[in-house]
């Protein structure tokens, strides 16, 4: 009877145990619900997706890959001073280039300057903007500015712009020329005596071919010295309508075109389908 006791005394302090046990557990689950469900807990969750969203924003960047050419850098004062184009006039509008292909020379106007040259967090791929007024032959050598040839699709732009190395031509000399593509510099000389074509002087050199003839050079030398003058190189050729002033030529021409003054002659340089569309153009003036 004496050994039942401590049995009973025994179990009964086996199970208060395990209650306590199971308390202690109980107070645990409890605290960590309870620093779950803490205010400040959930802050510094928010303040890390915040710091992390910071790291994600994106630097300042270009928004496209033109850049401002000014106008008087040595390739835009080459190009312009030998077409005759006077950049302080007021006229001119922002040009620019793609970045490290300097070979082309574009107008924009100032409103898509300030867009192209402006910077963004993602760069955009410009394909293509504003007006190709220029292309470059070759680089300057020997001391020598680089050599531009005028674009067709700028000519008219250039001629606005007031370009001075152009020639006016008649209708009739105009269609012979587009339709052969090409007029030899005796032609080209007769056509300019005869009135067919204005604008011969404009092609000369800026030192002007003196004579050793103390009465003046006759008819013949006079045409050589002119000849001898001309200045390959490129130039613009637009339509001379009936009863328009030959001492000003207009800013604005009915017809526009890119040619190159060779030692041959002059040639066309627009592209076959845009002369035949100008030919074309010409046979309804002359109806």
């Known amino acids: 009877g004496r050994g039942a006791?401590?049995?009973?005394?025994?179990?009964?302090?086996?199970?208060?145990?395990?209650?306590?046990l199971e308390a202690d557990k109980d107070r645990e689950i409890g605290t960590k619900e309870n620093d779950v469900a803490e205010p400040p807990a959930?802050?510094?969750?928010?303040?890390?997706?915040?710091?992390?969203?910071?790291?994600?924003?994106?630097?300042?960047r270009r928004f496209s890959d033109f850049e401002h050419v000014p106008l008087d850098c040595e390739d835009w004062r080459a190009a312009a001073d030998f077409h005759g184009l006077a950049s302080g006039s007021g006229?001119?509008?922002?040009?620019?280039?793609?970045?490290?292909?300097?070979k082309r020379l574009y107008c924009i106007s100032d409103g898509a300057a300030r867009v192209l040259l402006s910077q963004s967090r993602m760069a955009v791929r410009v394909v293509c903007a504003g007006v190709r007024v220029f292309e470059r032959l070759h680089e300057s050598r020997d001391g020598a500015p680089s050599a531009w040839r005028a674009c067709q699709e700028g000519v008219p732009l250039l001629v606005q712009l007031g370009l001075r190395r152009r020639l006016d031509m008649s209708l009739g000399?105009?269609?012979q020329l587009l339709q052969h593509r090409s007029i030899d510099r005796a032609a080209l000389l007769a056509a300019a005596a005869a009135g067919d074509v204005h604008g011969i002087d404009a092609l000369g050199r800026t030192a002007s071919v003196?004579?050793?003839?103390?009465?003046?050079?006759?008819?013949?030398?006079?045409?050589q010295q002119k000849e001898a003058s001309l200045l390959s190189g490129s130039l613009a050729i637009t339509l001379l309508r009936d009863g328009q002033n030959t001492e000003t030529l207009p800013d604005e021409p009915v017809l526009a075109l890119a040619a190159l003054l060779t030692p041959r002659g002059v040639e066309i340089c627009a592209p076959r389908a845009e002369a035949k569309a100008a030919l074309q153009s010409l046979a309804l003036v002359e109806e």
Do not use: F, H, I, Y
């Open 91 to 102: 006229r001119m509008p922002s040009v620019c280039c793609r970045g490290g292909r300097d």
């Open 5 to 20: 006791k401590p049995a009973a005394v025994g179990a009964v302090g086996e199970v208060n145990l395990v209650e306590e």
């Open 210 to 223: 003196s004579s050793n003839v103390a009465d003046g050079p006759s008819a013949e030398e006079e045409a």
């Open 42 to 60: 959930a802050v510094s969750v928010e303040a890390q997706g915040l710091s992390k969203k910071r790291c994600k924003v994106k630097a300042l």
């Open 173 to 175: 000399l105009l269609t």
